[in-house]
């Protein structure tokens, strides 16, 4: 089964407000990092926080790591319309090279 | 632009024949990645490649081989096409500083 798990499946917000996405994983990890995709494209890489790390920014994105509950979110500060996209993140494990992805949050920004 | 470029970016085939992909870098990295993308699946790991001759098993690597027979190629190979290999097929490489990945634009799949 997949490593991580994006929770809310979708979620719609108007322009301006703050989009918050968690997501859930199972094992160790190394490091767990967000990606973005626009509708048939891609994924682009957004930020990467490392195991020893709890707490991360950069511009409008913040990220945060628990791994005593083996849990992240990303939360999008002020959101744009350009922000409409799916949203993963994937894990980077402790014992092998594997990039494990969640199955997304598809975010929705309402003008 | 992460000198990632995939081919074909679209084919559509007959169940039963063999398919296979292309993934070309311009970088000399040593990680690449072969993902499929399907509906309410996210992207799931079929195979990667730490180097030359060097590879590993996904998530879903059943029904696929692959070769990296020098560094900027990986090939993904479906001996046989089946219906369920329908798919968006994304390769990506990982960077060397930072360990985040870089995608090529897809390779959309159709096997009839």
């Known amino acids: 089964s997949q490593q991580g798990e994006e929770d809310p499946q979708a979620l719609s917000i108007q322009e301006g407000e703050n989009a918050t996405m968690n997501c859930s994983y199972k094992?160790?990890?190394?490091?767990l990092q967000w990606y973005r995709q626009n509708s048939g494209r891609g994924l682009v890489h957004l930020i990467l926080?490392?195991?020893?790390?709890r707490e991360k920014h950069s511009g409008r994105l913040r990220v945060t790591l628990d791994t005593s509950k083996k849990s992240s979110s990303l939360l999008i500060t002020a959101s744009r319309a350009a922000d409409t996209a799916s949203y993963f993140c994937?894990?980077?494990?402790?014992?092998?090279?594997?990039?494990?992805f969640g199955k997304g949050t598809r975010l929705h920004i309402l003008p | 632009d992460a000198g990632i470029t995939q081919s074909p970016r679209h084919k559509v085939t007959e169940t039963g024949t063999p398919v296979t992909l292309r993934c070309h870098q311009t970088?000399?990295?040593?990680?690449m990645y072969w993902y499929r993308q399907d509906p309410g699946h996210g992207l799931r790991l079929i195979h990667y490649?730490?180097?030359?001759?060097?590879?590993d098993k996904g998530e879903v690597s059943d029904g696929y081989s692959v070769s990296r027979s020098k560094t900027e190629d990986f090939l993904l190979t479906l001996e046989s096409a089946t219906s369920s290999q329908t798919s968006v097929y994304f390769c990506?490489?990982?960077?060397?500083?930072?360990?985040?990945?870089?995608f090529g634009e897809g390779s959309r799949l159709t096997v009839l």
């Open positions: 970088e000399n990295h040593r990680y």
């Open positions: 490649s730490y180097g030359v001759k060097d590879t």
């Open positions: 926080i490392r195991s020893n790390e």
């Open positions: 094992t160790s990890i190394n490091n």
């Open positions: 994937a894990t980077v494990g402790n014992r092998d090279d594997k990039i494990i």
């Open positions: 990506a490489i990982r960077g060397d500083r930072v360990g985040e990945l870089f």
